[in-house]
């Protein structure tokens, strides 16, 4: 949902339950108001003290836009409160994409700050309204009760803590692998979660502190990275047309990851892999009926399977095909494309796969992505 969509979706639940707060000002949703200016439109600490209430104050010229700004300014406390951060903030992403750039990273902070802020600024409440009829302005009051919301906080850093902590005891349990993985992934993401929702909670309070969480993300993402590095390495073997730039393509979208990947069967101190992702891809011309243009498909399979057991656990095919003036120009535009999207889609399929974030489908009969061995002709390009 963007921020736009979003204000006008709280703006409608906050005229629905502008009554719902306890405690607000005798005056409650006054949207028609009266003549007099109302005493909160310059001075709301008198009425709203700011130890019980976080509050903005909006003003435009219709009802709906001053009542939009009265909820973006409360919004913007707490945004100030996550630029002040959002250099800490920078190494907790590190392990959501190990080879992101800093604005990707700044998407996911982003992300991750909608689904904690997102959740406490539905809390905030349009409490009052007035109109000047001399200026054809409107004012809007919003309040968010400091109490209401940091007891919710509480709830949710509690509930978080709860499962951080299961997971944990169970990554040191297990014996296997990939369980491990998984449970390591799930705390190192939870703590994330709950930092942002600590945020929130400084920001409520008055003494401006948070909880300490049980453990730090850097001690499980350390953890998390050295256990992938010695005990799940990855061995990855490509056949078909031009199989080395595709096997590198794919290799490096698997490193970006956070995942150690070897190209042999054994890794450079000697580790030998645990899972193998093989597969093939091809690229051959294909006859369309466009006089200006020549089209190539491309068409890959692949699997990722136990090294020892070669018990296969998910597949993914993928394919395409793409233009250009000749042959030669389309035949090397494809290659691009599906070296693009082996390292990134696939390579991010297969990884989340691994860390039990979505799961590959079971391979069902012949492959998906090259149905045949011969070239395809479409009719349209």
Known sequence: MTAG??????????????????????AGCAWFGGHARPGWIDDADREYPPAHYLIGVGQSDNRNSAADEAYAAVSRIFKTEVDARAKDWESYLVIERRGSTNEERRLTLDRVTQVSTGKVLENVRI??????PN???????????????EASLLDRVSMLDRAIELDVVESRRT??????????????RNLV??????????????????????????????????????????????SGDHAEPVQRA????????????????AHDDGTVPELLVRGTARLFPIQVQDQHFRYVRWCSDFDVREATTQRVLGAVS??????????????????????????SEVATMIAAHIFGEAALPMPMGMPAGCLRGEPLSDSEP
């Not at 969509?5 to 005798?26: E, K, T």
């Not at 409490?127 to 000047?132: I, K, L, N, R």
């Not at 008055?206 to 998390?224: C, F, K, M, N, Q």
């Open 175 to 188: 014996t296997d692998k990939l369980a491990k993985i998984r449970a390591l992934r799930r705390a190192a």
């Open 318 to 343: 993928r394919g395409g095909k793409e233009g250009h003036l000749t042959e030669r120009e389309a035949m090397a535009k494809t290659l691009r494309v599906m070296q693009h999207e082996l390292s």
């Open 135 to 149: 200026k054809g302005l409107h004012y809007a009051l919003a309040a968010m009760s400091r109490s209401q919301v």
């Open 5 to 26: 969509r979003r204000m006008v979706f709280h703006r409608s639940i906050l005229v629905l339950g502008c009554l719902g707060l306890v405690g607000m000002s005798s």
């Open 193 to 238: 979660l709950r930092e942002a929702y600590n945020s929130d909670l400084r920001v409520i309070r008055l003494s401006g502190r948070g909880i300490a969480p049980p453990y730090g993300v850097h001690e499980l993402s350390d953890e998390l990275e050295r256990f992938l590095a010695t005990n799940l390495v990855l061995a990855v073997q490509v």
């Open 127 to 132: 409490m009052e309204t007035w109109h000047d």
């Open 250 to 265: 794919l290799t490096e979208g698997l490193i970006r990851e956070g995942l150690t990947v070897t190209a042999g069967t």
